[in-house]
């Protein structure tokens, strides 16, 4: 007798029929990453979804990075499981606070996160990522002042890393990081006194005081993997573990909880199921569609910042 098809047997099957690519941001549930074509942080599947061929980009992730893929890719079909995806930062920033900023501040080069809006991006002179933000501030010359949005700890952080004076910081923060107390992390610490400590810059400035390193979702991953210790403690969001743990065997990993959740979960990206993305792709539904002339003007910020190393 044939058994019936597994959930992922039937999204590898969906997958070949639509001549779609899976994109998986490391805070994906292990089953999600399991079938992805590519995982990685916001600037490589940013930089994955620019060199895409086929026809459906099923984006497993949060909806701004969706909408990335879909800028870089306005003829193709980007789906995503949950429409509800979203990302505190994302809602602390409205477009129209940033179009009178605009007004006021005519001179001023708006350095956008990509955890923004495509309608933010589209009024923004340049984006980064937690990955390339200092290089970014640093290629805009020094006499420009500057306004980076929306998060106030990165935006802190590239500030003390750049020694940049004329840069004004908008006021978001993550849901996650920004909930990770010091207090937990000093009892972290303490519990495990081996163990480096590593955390995502959206994290408060005191906890990356205390850091032995701080960067993006991938650069922790690939510095926790490199480390001769075999202790860390991560101060992001506990979905990194799968490829830590797949990445470098034997080594321990501790995570310190929010105070939101009491977890450290991103509840947006967790929204994220296989059963959602065997339906979007089976119905290519919930799709992202964007007005072209927004994607057009969001295209070239995103360019300018692909094109930085
Ligand atoms: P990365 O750029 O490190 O993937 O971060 C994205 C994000 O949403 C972190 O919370
Ligand atoms: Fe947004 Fe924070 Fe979730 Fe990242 S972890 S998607 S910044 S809410």
Not at 143 to 166: A, E, H, S
Not at 252 to 273: D, G, I, Q, R
Request: hydrophobic share 40%; net charge neutral; glycine share 4%.
């Amino acid at each position: 007798m044939v058994s019936a098809p597994t959930l992922a047997e039937e999204i590898l099957e969906l997958k070949t029929q639509r001549r779609a690519i899976i994109l998986a941001h490391h805070y994906q549930e292990p089953e999600i990453q399991d079938l992805a074509d590519s995982i990685g942080d916001s600037l490589e599947l940013a930089r994955t979804a620019q060199k895409f061929q086929g026809d459906v980009i099923a984006f497993c992730g949060v909806r701004f990075m969706a909408e990335t893929a879909k800028v870089l890719n306005p003829e193709r079909v980007v789906v995503v499981p949950d429409r509800n995806a979203g990302c505190s930062l994302v809602d602390s920033c409205p477009v129209e606070a940033i179009r009178a900023f605009r007004r006021r501040n005519p001179d001023h080069v708006i350095v956008s996160y990509i955890n923004t809006s495509v309608e933010v991006k589209a009024e923004s002179d340049i984006l980064c990522t937690s990955r390339n933000a200092v290089a970014v501030v640093n290629s805009i010359p020094s006499d420009r002042p500057i306004l980076f949005l929306p998060d106030i700890n990165l935006g802190n952080y590239v500030k003390n890393q750049t020694g940049r004076k004329n840069m004004e910081i908008w006021q978001g923060a993550c849901i996650v990081h920004a909930t990770f107390p010091a207090r937990r992390l000093t009892a972290a610490r303490a519990e495990h006194p081996q163990a480096l400590v590593a955390a995502h810059p959206e994290c408060p400035g005191d906890v990356l005081r205390m850091a032995d390193f701080i960067g993006s979702t991938s650069a922790i991953i690939d510095w926790c993997t490199k480390q001769p210790a075999s202790e860390f403690i991560v101060m992001t969001e506990s979905g990194v573990r799968y490829s830590l743990e797949r990445l470098s065997s034997g080594k321990k990993f501790y995570f310190v909880a929010n105070e939101n959740c009491n977890c450290s979960e991103c509840p947006y990206m967790k929204l994220n199921t296989l059963e959602k993305l065997a339906r979007c792709l089976e119905t290519l539904e919930p799709r992202i569609e964007l007005p072209a002339d927004i994607m057009q003007r969001a295209l070239v910020p995103l360019q300018r910042m692909l094109a930085v190393k």
